[in-house]
C-alpha cells in the first residue's frame, strides 16, 4: 500500500521527479568522471612505462613522483652506467611538456629498441627525416592525423612518419638528438631506463647505483609502478573527497528543496492521511521513501551519463585524459547520493509527520 502511494506519488509530478533525479545525478556523474580519469590516467602512465621493457628507472634530483625537471641529468651517465654489471641496455629520454596533459618524448630509438622490442607501428615507420614525428593510435585518433601528414609541434610543422600502437612510452616521439637541441638541453637527459640481464640482479644493481648516484631516485620498475594509485598522490585524494563533500550537498539541498515544497503541495493529503489514522512514522516513512527512489533513480542516470562523459572525453581528449571505468565506485557513489537525499527529505518529512490533521484539512 504504502509502495503504491509514493510511486504515484512521484508519477503525478513528473517534472519535479525528473528534476530531482537529473540533479542528483549530476554530482554522482562529477564523481565517478573524476575518479575514473584519475584512475585511468595513472594506469595509462603505468601502462607506458611498463611498455618500455625496463627494469631500473633513474631520476633526477629533486624531482616528484608524477614530475620531472626538464632535461637535468648529463647524458654521459650513460656510459657509466653501461659499464656496470649485469647491465644490458641504458638509454635516456627527454620529455618536453605541452599545453595540457600531453607532452613530447625524445628517444635513441635505436637503443629503445634493444630494451623494449620496438613500436608496433599501425601505419608507417620509424623516423626517417630530422622533421618527423612517431604518434601514437590515441594522439593520431584526436589530431586526425595520418602517416605522411603533417602536424604542428612547438610552432613548428613536424611530419608523421608513423603512427604506433599506444601503450609504449609516449603519445609524441622525436629523435633524441632533435628535442635535445631543440629544447638547449643537448646533452642532457629528463630520465634514464635500464635493463638487466636477470630480475634477481635488479636488486644489487639498484644498491650499488644508490651508492654511486648519491640524490637520485632510483626506482625498479616494478616499485615505480606500485605509486601510480590515486591513494598515492594526496592533492588528487584530497579534491576527490571535495567532490563528494558537494555531492552531499547538492544532494541535500536538491531533495530538501523538492520535498519541502511536496509537503506544502501535500497538505490537504496528509491531513486526510493522518485523519485515517496514519502515524507520523507512516507519513515520515512516505516522505523518505520518495527521497530513496529519488537518489536510486539519481545514482542510475548518474553512472548511464558517466558512460557518457567517458565517450566524450575519448573523442574530444582521448590523447590527454584517459577515464577508466570505475564499478567498485557505483555504490559508492549511490551511498553517498542516498545519504545527501535521506538528509534533504527528513526535515520535510519531520514537518509533515507533525502536522495538525484539522489544521490541514482546512488548508486552502
Same mark, same amino acid.
Do not use: H
Given at each position: 500500500m504504502i509502495n503504491k502511494l509514493v510511486l504515484e506519488n512521484l508519477k503525478q509530478r513528473p517534472i519535479r521527479t525528473s528534476l530531482s533525479?537529473?540533479?542528483?545525478?549530476?554530482?554522482?556523474?562529477?564523481?565517478?568522471?573524476?575518479?575514473? &580519469? !584519475?584512475?585511468?590516467?595513472?594506469e595509462d602512465s603505468a601502462r607506458r612505462q611498463r611498455g618500455v621493457g625496463a627494469d631500473i628507472v633513474i631520476r633526477p634530483r629533486g624531482s616528484s613522483l608524477l614530475s620531472l625537471s626538464s632535461a637535468p641529468m648529463p647524458e654521459g651517465m650513460l656510459r657509466m652506467l653501461r659499464e656496470m654489471p649485469h647491465v644490458t641496455v641504458a638509454t635516456g629520454t627527454v620529455i618536453q611538456p &605541452? !599545453?595540457?596533459?600531453?607532452?613530447i618524448t625524445g628517444v635513441d630509438l635505436d637503443a629503445f629498441t634493444k630494451m623494449s622490442g620496438g613500436f608496433r607501428y599501425l601505419e608507417g615507420g620509424p623516423f626517417?627525416?630530422?622533421?618527423?614525428?612517431?604518434?601514437?593510435?590515441?594522439y593520431a585518433r584526436q589530431e586526425n592525423a595520418h602517416a605522411g601528414?603533417?602536424?604542428n609541434l612547438l610552432n613548428r610543422n613536424w611530419r608523421v612518419a608513423g603512427i604506433i600502437e599506444g601503450g609504449k612510452l609516449a603519445r609524441i616521439i622525436l629523435p633524441l638528438r632533435v628535442l635535445q637541441d631543440l629544447t638547449g638541453n643537448t646533452g642532457k637527459l629528463s630520465q634514464?631506463?635500464?635493463k638487466v640481464d636477470r630480475?634477481?640482479?635488479?636488486?644489487p644493481v639498484v644498491a650499488a647505483l644508490k651508492q654511486k648516484l648519491e640524490g637520485y631516485p632510483i626506482y625498479p620498475m616494478d616499485e615505480l609502478l606500485s605509486y601510480f594509485s590515486v591513494n598515492n598522490v594526496p592533492m588528487l585524494r584530497g579534491f576527490i573527497h571535495v567532490v563528494i563533500a558537494i555531492g552531499i550537498i547538492i544532494g541535500f539541498a536538491v531533495v530538501f528543496l523538492s520535498m519541502y515544497t511536496s509537503v506544502l503541495q501535500r497538505t490537504r493529503e496528509i491531513g486526510i492521511l493522518k485523519s485515517l489514522g496514519a502515524s507520523r512514522w507512516y507519513v515520515l516513512n512516505i516522505i523518505l521513501r520518495e527521497a530513496f527512489l529519488m537518489a536510486i533513480g539519481g545514482t542510475v542516470l548518474g553512472i548511464i551519463l558517466s558512460f557518457g562523459a567517458r565517450w566524450l572525453i575519448g573523442r574530444l581528449a582521448g590523447a590527454s585524459l584517459t577515464q577508466a571505468v570505475v564499478p567498485e565506485w557505483w555504490?559508492?557513489?549511490?551511498g553517498i547520493a542516498l545519504i545527501g537525499a535521506l538528509l534533504g527529505g527528513l526535515y520535510p518529512g519531520m514537518q509533515a509527520a507533525r502536522q495538525d490533521p484539522i489544521e490541514a484539512l482546512?488548508?486552502?
Open positions: 533525479v537529473l540533479l542528483i545525478a549530476v554530482p554522482v556523474t562529477l564523481i565517478l568522471t573524476l575518479v575514473g &580519469l !584519475s584512475k585511468g590516467t595513472l &605541452l !599545453s595540457g596533459f600531453n607532452s626517417a627525416r630530422p622533421d618527423d614525428v612517431i604518434i601514437d593510435e590515441f601528414g603533417t602536424i634514464i631506463y635500464l630480475p634477481e640482479n635488479v636488486a555504490p559508492i557513489a549511490g482546512a488548508y486552502e
